[in-house]
């Protein structure tokens, strides 16, 4: 075999490898999910159950959780998670048409700072926005928490949608301009279509961060019909025992909307980056 074959295969199969490790995760709480309790607290290695069983999921989905259903649960993080996508999307886009577009004092301090906020970990941040929102009286309310997680997204957001406009020549604009278009109109027809892939790629990370978000709404939450599904989940644990199928059974439950999001999204992201093509 030559080099280049066994770069190949050393690549491959490290690629192999890094994509089992990722995925092994999620297979093993899929299948602990239809595990009875007898294989879930075995010493043995039982990589499928031998005696699939609904016992968990029915548990959780007749019993719920601390007295309410789990719909409610995942009603809350979906409009959480859909409500930053909004806010964080909308707010990026004109933050990062700004930048690219506009020349104004200390832009380059302001695309530091943009860096600067994406490596300040979130725990430190839980008392600022906890006072902050106690004197905006949003405590306790999923707005407060969907103004949270957007603007935990809006950095990454806007230096992210930063490129995709800065990418687009100016002159597009500028030929619709002659064309008699306004401002807007050039922005709305022209930009924004090139730019839509960005926005797609900045949502998913966005509806990700805010659906899988713990600590702040543990810290900002009191009413426990407004927690979110990580809330949810740590019912579950208690001092003297941890029901490993329910939250096995309820992992599982909540990856669903965040797969079936990605797939939707998925097909437009390719459609845009198609459609989006500036050829010369």
């Known amino acids: 075999m030559t080099r280049r074959t ?6 491959n199969g490290l690629g192999l490898l890094v994509f089992v490790g990722s995925v ?13 309790s007898n294989e879930i607290f ?12 609904l016992e968990h999921a029915d548990r959780v989905f007749t019993t719920g ?42 832009r380059s301090s302001y695309l530091i700072l943009l860096l600067v906020l994406q490596m300040i970990p979130g725990e430190a941040m839980v008392i600022p926005l906890y006072v902050m929102l106690v004197r905006l009286g949003m405590t306790d309310q999923l707005f407060g928490l969907v103004l949270v997680n957007a603007a935990a997204a809006l950095p990454f957001g806007i230096w992210m949608l930063r490129t995709f406009i800065a990418a687009v020549p100016m002159e597009l604009e500028e030929a619709a301009w002659i064309d008699g278009a306004s401002r807007w109109k050039a922005y709305w027809k022209v930009v924004f279509p090139l730019v839509a892939p960005g926005l797609v790629a900045t949502s998913i990370f966005s509806f990700i961060t805010a659906w ?35 939250i096995m059974a309820a992992s599982t439950l909540m990856t669903i909307p965040v797969v079936v999001f990605f797939l939707i999204v998925q097909r437009r992201l390719v459609s845009g980056l198609v459609a989006g093509a500036v050829k010369g």
């Open 65 to 106: 959780v601390a007295g309410n259903s789990i719909w409610v649960y995942l009603g809350n993080s979906l409009v959480i998670a859909l409500g930053a996508v909004v806010l964080s999307g909308l707010f990026a886009l004109l933050g990062a048409t700004a930048i690219a577009r506009f020349r104004f004092r200390f």
């Open 212 to 246: 899988n978000e713990f600590v702040f709404a543990l810290t900002l939450i009191r009413t426990q019909s407004k927690y979110t599904m990580p809330v949810a989940l740590n019912f579950f644990i208690s001092q003297r025992s941890t029901d490993i199928g329910a």
């Open 24 to 36: 092994f995760p999620v297979y093993w709480m899929v299948t602990t999910a239809f595990k009875p």
């Open 42 to 53: 075995t010493t043995d290695f039982i990589p499928f159950p031998r005696d699939p069983t």
């Open 6 to 11: 066994l770069t190949r295969i050393g690549l």
